[in-house]
């Protein structure tokens, strides 16, 4: 037990270093692990466990896995080796056949290991002159009855240098033994029951000591549990809050406005367009503000059912904004809404903050008036001194980019708009529960017809290369043109905050290229750090076919239309998520003729090739997302990128993804039923208030 006097006003908020044993010292290491309490302690997930209850037979043994096999000593000697140390070997009889151990510079297992000792013994072996040897493994001693369950279930944790799996695990059971008794479990007695969930104490003990696999099964199921379940209450919450006060004027699809809007376009909407124009229509004809995601994949019209929502809401006479990440990807936005809007009299405007004080002042007059009906821009939108008094629509791209505040922005007043958040990239089930949980889903999976797949070629060396460039030479003589796409230094995620070293390796690449390969070829140069008409100038200047290539960084992830651009040359691509490769590629995939895109790579290894093979195999953007999201794990989610928060403790949305699917349906029948009110659910509340309040922007009263 530990001293009183040490007791935080929480005893399970006490530092770690008063449970028995511990002391500064190794409080000081464990704080390496993020272990600072002594919940911390208590709740630590072992990374994976030994089942020691269950033996293996020698037939069973492999080199590839931990085993355990129980036996008989028959035979233990020790000799000298050349350095002067001492080697162990000790030969066990198993009921399968006989094994061997060896143990260098230990020469205290002579003795710990007599003939007619039984033995439990655990670890990787080798298979060596025709039988099994376990080099240096964990070896219990048994008593008892030779067919009596030994072993137990041991935990294994993440370590950093200074702690042991035994020192770790001492530890633990000590804060069990010291502090389990002060564990109350916040979940009520009668949901536990239902959902077979042990008690949070119960779970602790089973994590560091359980008996059973089942029982540490259960445990850390108990734990993962209640870190996804209140994440998922909050999502709820959340969403639930949108509902309560998002009050929106409805903005029905008559079959005249759906006429007049389609009138606008020169070709039909693929069936994919369709089913999501009516999802939204029917969110736009009620008085719940709609808060509605839109994922689509490379290429398959996102934009034009954005456009759809916005011009209803211009039917109606109300306004609409479409708020971009970046100052390109709203100018390509403001290029395709005027292409569409040529011959509407619809009053439209872009705002960046690239207008002078003048203009932006008049136009924000004109916003303020009514009378600009749809605007297109940047985060400037949504600056003070901003007032847009009849929105009815907004569209936000991108969601990712921005943080969880800035979607909800636009939501002031006593009207709320109807929201549509888009988002280019695919996004896994997982994922889309969670970042966007609180939003309903549309899914636009078909592609326009008459676009063909892009060829992708993995092209590991320098004489791959030679070839790449001849055949790239060729198809720019065919008229064709070509990106050659540099990659990011450092952790560098927006267009506009480019590094100086970034910009000085597009340059260098630039230069290298106009006198190497590409001599003799028109070639442009676009990255973040250029002033903004030249950055202007050049993608202009490739979009008439000025320039045959261009050089860029990821300014033309999204959003950039060439439709001649057949051709893609990305250099590095190992340092680039398989989703953002996909997002890439799809600039040359805007047209009819087939694209090419390669994925230019230093590593050779069978681990490279097959991240990168995935996009040689599938041009599914939705396939290649879960295969991203399953290789580089989940990030942060709900925005929390700018705060530095991590919204799970130690759950992964992959990993994990069946507990969250049953958690999201267990929260959200909870909190949309209203049992989530009742006094019994108080302290979960008031944990996941504490926890994603902020976050989530959660009001206090729930």
Not at 387 to 416: C, M, N, T, W
Not at 517 to 522: R, S, V
Request: hydrophobic residues 40%; neutral net charge; aromatic residues 6%.
């Amino acid at each position: 037990m530990a001293d009183p006097e040490h007791l935080a006003d929480d005893p399970l908020d006490t530092p770690v270093q008063f449970v028995r044993g511990c002391g500064p010292r190794r409080a000081a290491l464990l704080a390496k692990l993020e272990i600072h309490t002594v919940r911390d302690l208590l709740f630590l997930l072992p990374r994976d466990v030994l089942d020691l209850s269950v033996a293996a037979d020698v037939e069973q043994l492999d080199d590839q896995t931990i085993h355990t096999v129980r036996g008989v000593v028959v035979d233990t000697d020790a000799r000298p080796t050349r350095n002067g140390r001492t080697l162990v070997k000790s030969v066990i009889e198993t009921s399968s056949g006989m094994v061997r151990a060896s143990f260098f510079n230990q020469p205290w297992m002579r003795k710990k290991l007599p003939e007619g000792q039984r033995v439990l013994v655990t670890g990787k072996p080798k298979r060596y002159d025709g039988a099994w040897e376990f080099s240096s493994p964990q070896v219990q001693l048994l008593e008892g009855e030779p067919g009596e369950a030994v072993g137990g279930i041991e935990p294994r944790y993440a370590l950093t240098e200074g702690v042991n799996q035994r020192g770790l695990n001492m530890l633990a059971t000590r804060a069990v033994e010291g502090f389990g008794h002060y564990i109350c479990d916040p979940l009520p007695k009668a949901f536990r029951d239902k959902h077979g969930l042990p008690h949070l104490k119960e779970a602790a003990a089973n994590l560091h000591a359980a008996e059973t696999l089942a029982d540490f099964n259960a445990a850390r199921d108990r734990v993962l549990f209640d870190d996804l379940f209140e994440f998922q209450l909050g999502v709820a919450l959340r969403r639930r809050m949108w509902r309560a006060g998002g009050t929106a004027d409805p903005l029905p699809v008559s079959a005249k406005i759906d006429a007049r809007i389609r009138r606008l376009f020169p070709f039909e909407f693929t069936a994919g367009q369709n089913d999501a124009v009516k999802e939204i229509a029917a969110d736009l004809a009620s008085e719940v503000a709609m808060h509605r995601l839109l994922q689509a994949d490379v290429g398959a019209g996102k934009t034009v059912v954005a456009l759809y929502a916005m011009l209803t809401a211009v039917a109606h006479g109300r306004q609409a904004v479409l708020m971009a990440p970046t100052e390109v990807l709203a100018n390509q936005h403001w290029a395709t809404v005027q292409h569409a809007l040529a011959h509407s009299r619809v009053e439209r405007r872009l705002l960046t903050g690239r207008l002078t004080a003048k203009k932006r002042k008049d136009l924000r007059a004109r916003i303020k008036s009514g009378a600009v009906q749809l605007i297109i821009g940047t985060q400037a939108l949504i600056q003070k001194g901003v007032e847009i008094p009849r929105l009815g629509v907004a569209v936000v791209d991108e969601q990712h980019k921005f943080g969880v505040a800035q979607r909800a922005a636009f939501s002031a007043g006593d009207r709320d708009p109807h929201v549509l958040v888009m988002t280019a990239t695919p996004i896994p089930r997982s994922l889309a529960l969670t970042q966007f949980g609180d939003l309903d889903v549309t899914t636009v999976r078909d592609l326009p017809p008459g676009r063909q797949p892009v060829v992708t070629s993995r092209v590991p060396g320098p004489k791959a290369r030679q070839k790449t460039w001849h055949f790239i030479r060729e198809k720019l003589d065919e008229g064709r043109q070509c990106y050659v796409i540099c990659p990011k230094v450092g952790d560098v995620s927006e267009a506009d905050v480019e590094s100086d070293e970034l910009s000085a390796s597009v340059e260098a690449t630039f230069k290298e290229l106009t006198e190497g390969e590409l001599q003799g070829y028109a070639v442009g140069l676009v990255h973040g750090r250029m002033e903004a008409d030249k950055k202007e100038a050049a993608m202009e200047a490739f979009k008439t076919g000025e320039t045959r290539v261009l050089v860029s960084t990821t300014v033309v992830e999204v959003g950039v239309d060439v439709p001649n651009a057949t051709l893609m040359v990305i250099q590095k691509a190992e340092s680039f998520g398989l989703s953002q490769l996909h997002q890439l590629r799809g600039r040359v995939a805007r047209g009819s003729r087939r694209g090419y895109c390669f994925l230019y790579t230093d590593q050779t290894s069978a681990t490279a090739a097959e991240r990168l093979g995935v996009l040689e195999r599938t041009t599914d953007g939705f396939e290649i997302a879960e295969a991203d999201f399953a290789q580089r794990g989940p990030g942060h989610v709900l925005g929390t990128r700018q705060s530095g928060k991590s919204a799970l403790r130690v759950a992964d949305p992959q990993r994990d993804r069946d507990l969250l699917e049953e958690a999201r349906r267990k929260a959200f029948h909870l909190v949309d039923t209203g049992m989530f009110d009742q006094p019994e659910w108080a302290m979960v509340k008031a944990e996941v208030l504490d926890r994603f309040g902020e976050v989530l922007e959660l009001a206090k009263t729930g």
